[in-house]
T-cell receptor, first 114, second 109 residues
Framework: KAGVTQTPRYLIKTRGQQVTLSCSPI?????VSWYQQTPGQGLQFLFE???????NKGNFPGRFSGRQFSNSRSEMNVSTLELGDSALYLC?????????????FGPGTRLTVT | DAKTTQPNSMESNEEEPVHLPCNHSTISGTDYIHWYRQLPSQGPEYVIHGLTSNVNNRMASLAIAEDRKSSTLILHRATLRDAAVYYCILRERANNLFFGTGTRLTVIP
């Protein structure tokens, strides 16, 4: 079974621009979560989607948004990019919601904002 | 989010067992204990999880204290490929994972 895939793997954007990142979960997985990883803050939860609905949200500004499609693929959008948005963005999928299910992470998209 | 405490770093000799401790004194009755690891330049990887009883899988074992205030991840024979940052996480709500700073494991050949 193919793992979680994320595109693109690397991205360079300019401050003020917007960016869209894509995540394809493992086949059959319906839950997709997004995380941001930076050297200073570590891994932080952004949001989670299940059945095309945002179910849970971390403590990030409204510039960070996402959506999930009927095939469970998910996109994350960051508008008005700031230098501090430079990070590794990780997507994780899970077969269902719930505390008893593990999450499977993709390789991440490394975003650099200049 | 429920807090866990782990040593910043540990070392182990190759092919020796490794015991990675985690304290979670504020754990509640419904919190699951999950372990993930992150190898260099990769996304986190699920290792194991449990609620009350000890758990074993092909990667590791999880020993949970009787009062659930601590747990230990056991790698039975450390290999160089096990060098990673190991995160002990309490899953207390919804589907998000709260990652702390983890334990950086160095495996010495």
């Amino acid at each position: 079974k193919a793992g979680v895939t994320q595109t693109p793997r690397y991205l360079i954007k300019t401050r003020g621009q917007q960016v869209t990142l894509s995540c394809s979960p493992i086949s059959g997985h319906r839950s997709v979560s997004w995380y941001q990883q930076t050297p200073g803050q570590g891994l932080q939860f952004l949001f989670e989607y299940f059945s095309e609905t945002q179910r849970n949200k971390g403590n990030f500004p409204g510039r960070f948004s996402g959506r999930q499609f009927s095939n469970s693929r998910s996109e994350m959008n960051v508008s008005t990019l700031e230098l501090g948005d430079s990070a590794l963005y990780l997507c994780a999928s899970s077969p269902k919601q719930g505390l008893d299910y593990e999450q499977y992470f993709g390789p991440g998209t490394r975003l650099t904002v200049t | 989010d429920a807090k866990t405490t782990q040593p910043n770093s540990m070392e182990s000799n190759e092919e020796e067992p490794v015991h990675l401790p985690c304290n979670h004194s504020t754990i509640s009755g419904t919190d699951y204990i999950h372990w993930y690891r992150q190898l260099p330049s990769q996304g986190p990887e699920y290792v194991i999880h449990g609620l009350t009883s000890n758990v074993n899988n092909r990667m590791a074992s999880l020993a949970i204290a009787e009062d659930r205030k601590s747990s230990t991840l056991i790698l039975h024979r450390a290999t160089l490929r096990d060098a990673a940052v190991y995160y002990c996480i309490l899953r207390e709500r919804a589907n998000n994972l709260f990652f702390g700073t983890g334990t950086r494991l160095t495996v010495i050949p």
